[in-house]
């Protein structure tokens, strides 16, 4: 829980690098029910996550990858 709470409360600052982002929605397609749970949410969706997920589920594709140490990604796998 308290994860989840600071999540929300820090999710507004993204220092992005546009790695991973996704194919984006135009706010007219979402609901006010989709708008709150994707900002309660928001901060799971960062860039090293998604990052660390598409390791553990694929492997290294591409060489500078191999930044990242191994012991996680198979740790989640």
Known sequence: MFIFVLQVLFSGWDFSTDAFKGIPISDGELSYLDLI??????????WDAVHMIHIAQYGYVFENSLAFFPLFPMAIR
Request: charged share 30%; hydrophobic share 50%.
């Open 37 to 46: 749970i994707h900002r309660l949410f928001a901060g799971f969706k960062r």
